[in-house]
């Protein structure tokens, strides 16, 4: 049984492409915005990052959240930049669909799905109208908006 998911998190290609969607089209308070970081020590770590390159291929994160200071639905964005190290992954974006198996979208109730849309319409976002406004993120999240009532 599911409750409450602490976060969301998404590996994306543009860290800030995707933090300035949440931050400025969605109006999403910043927990979280660093700079690339790289470990002291060698180790295993759950981005995927060898062990041997985690003290040469940085990684940056944010975290955002739909209410300042919200420690539930928070949504964590990482890009890895291991580029120049040769370290290079697969987009699988495209796999992000309402037939993929598993959790493929990020749902917010909202009291007024119609605002919602009006205000992510002129915010230069993927927008789509299902059952209610679902947002594409620049890297392929889905988020849906659902009335509260």
């Not at 979280?32 to 990052?49: Q, R």
Request: one cysteine or more.
């Amino acid at each position: 049984r599911f409750g409450i998911p602490f976060n969301i998190m998404q590996m994306a290609s543009d860290r800030d492409a995707t933090y300035a969607m949440f931050t400025d089209a969605m109006g999403f308070a910043t927990w979280y915005h660093g700079d690339p970081y790289v470990s002291d020590e060698a180790e295993i770590m759950p981005l995927g990052i060898p062990p041997e390159l985690t003290t040469t291929v940085p990684y940056r994160a944010s975290i955002v959240s739909p209410v300042e200071g919200m420690e539930t639905g928070r949504f964590e964005m990482i890009e890895v930049m291991g580029e120049e190290a040769g370290l290079t992954g697969r987009d699988f974006s495209a796999s992000c669909t309402a037939s993929a198996v598993g959790l493929t979208d990020g749902i917010y109730e909202v009291p007024h799905t119609r605002s919602v849309a009006e205000r992510l319409k002129g915010a230069g976002t993927t927008l789509m109208m299902a059952s209610g406004p679902v947002l594409i993120a620049p890297d392929g999240a889905r988020i849906r908006f659902r009335h509260t009532g």
